[in-house]
């Protein structure tokens, strides 16, 4: 269900112009998902300092 919700997101956000264009939703919604999948892993396993500066650089390369 969360890589429909993200496929839903993605649609959404769309018509605003902050999403390549040519991509398709379900495969946007596929890499954010792995996105979530492997931040979610590496917390787990190595702890919050391991992934304290992912949001800083995930905003760097996709600013709102």
Do not use: C, K, N, Y
Not at 25 to 39: P, Q, R, T, W
Not at 43 to 61: D, R
């Amino acid at each position: 269900r969360m890589r429909a919700d993200l496929a839903e997101v993605v649609a959404q956000r769309r018509p605003q112009g902050s999403l390549p264009a040519g991509v398709d939703d379900e495969a946007m919604a596929a890499l954010l998902f792995s996105i979530v999948a492997g931040f979610i892993v590496q917390m787990t396993l190595l702890g919050a300092p391991a992934v304290a500066e992912v949001g800083a650089v995930a905003e760097a390369i996709w600013p709102s």
